[in-house]
């Protein structure tokens, strides 16, 4: 199968040589490849290069060595660029940034006129996605009077609306309360298992805990690439990178330790609770 994703030796640096200043690497050595459908979170403390990666697997930057390739096309390459924009979605942290139209209805059309869809094609796509994200019945809305998850949820909308093989979620869930934050995690989640490639960038390692794999960037460079159940059990190398266990993870590792048998792969507070379950009633 060819990876939708593969960076091989990637390096990156802002400014040039002619501007006389050494630069400073905020990436560096990084291999890594996605497959289609995978569902991938990128962790790691504050300019550890987690958002100058997702830039890069979407063609807003290129680096300086290395090489990435998107389904084999180089961001690179002005010919492949228009290609990969089609390809890989972007959400960003503040949905305000992404939102352009007057009405809920416009907002998701925006994209797909840039593409040139078929007006018929259009309103058919539009029901779809606003049915998927749980927006059905504000297409006449003004967005700027949506909560913060709708409108993080109208971002994702228009995103899915282009129909992308995948989509890069750069700290999507971080300017969001509770409420919110578990309104774009579920569609998240919905989207993966739909088939969509989703690149989940984030602080939190319960959201991290969803993920079926997890990368850690730290300095600049990967410190970790497995399941997050396996991260999860590294306590002082999670400390030495500024992170922390999920709750979830926390509680599991210490009834562990009072003998009640519970699976290693639990990472997630679901999980957790269903397992627990299972084993009380079994008692």
């Not at 890069?168 to 490639?197: C, K, N, Q, Y």
């Not at 399941?227 to 922390?244: G, N, V």
């Amino acid at each position: 199968m060819e990876p939708i994703l593969q960076l091989d030796g990637v390096g990156f640096h802002y400014g040039s040589p002619g501007d006389g200043i050494d630069p400073e690497w905020i990436l560096s050595g990084l291999n890594l490849r996605v497959d289609p459908g995978e569902y991938l979170a990128v962790m790691g403390p504050n300019g550890s290069g987690k958002s100058t990666l997702a830039k890069l697997m979407n063609g807003l930057l290129t680096p300086v060595v290395g090489e990435v390739r998107v389904g084999g096309l180089d961001p690179g390459s002005d010919r492949d660029l228009p290609q990969i924009r089609r390809k890989v979605g972007m959400v960003f942290q503040n949905p305000d940034n992404q939102i352009v139209g007057t009405t809920v209805k416009d907002d998701v059309a925006f994209g797909m006129e840039n593409l040139g869809v078929p007006r018929e094609q259009m309103l058919i796509r539009i029901r779809q996605v606003l049915a998927r994200t749980g927006l059905t019945g504000l297409e006449e809305a003004s967005p700027h009077h949506l909560s913060g998850g709708q409108k993080q949820r109208l971002a994702i909308a228009g995103v899915i609306a282009m129909q992308p093989e995948v989509i890069i979620f750069d700290e999507a869930t971080s300017m969001l309360d509770p409420s919110g934050r578990r309104e774009v995690l579920e569609v998240m989640g919905e989207l993966h298992r739909g088939g969509t490639t989703i690149i989940h960038i984030t602080h939190s390692p319960r959201e991290a805990s969803r993920a079926e794999r997890v990368l850690v960037l730290a300095g600049g460079e990967p410190q970790w690439d497995g399941p997050p159940a396996e991260l999860f059990r590294e306590r002082e190398r999670l400390a030495d990178w500024s992170l922390e266990m999920p709750i979830a993870a926390e509680l599991k590792e210490r009834l562990r330790r009072h003998g009640m048998p519970l699976r290693e792969e639990i990472t997630g507070m679901e999980e957790l609770v269903e397992e627990l379950w299972t084993l009380l009633s079994k008692t």
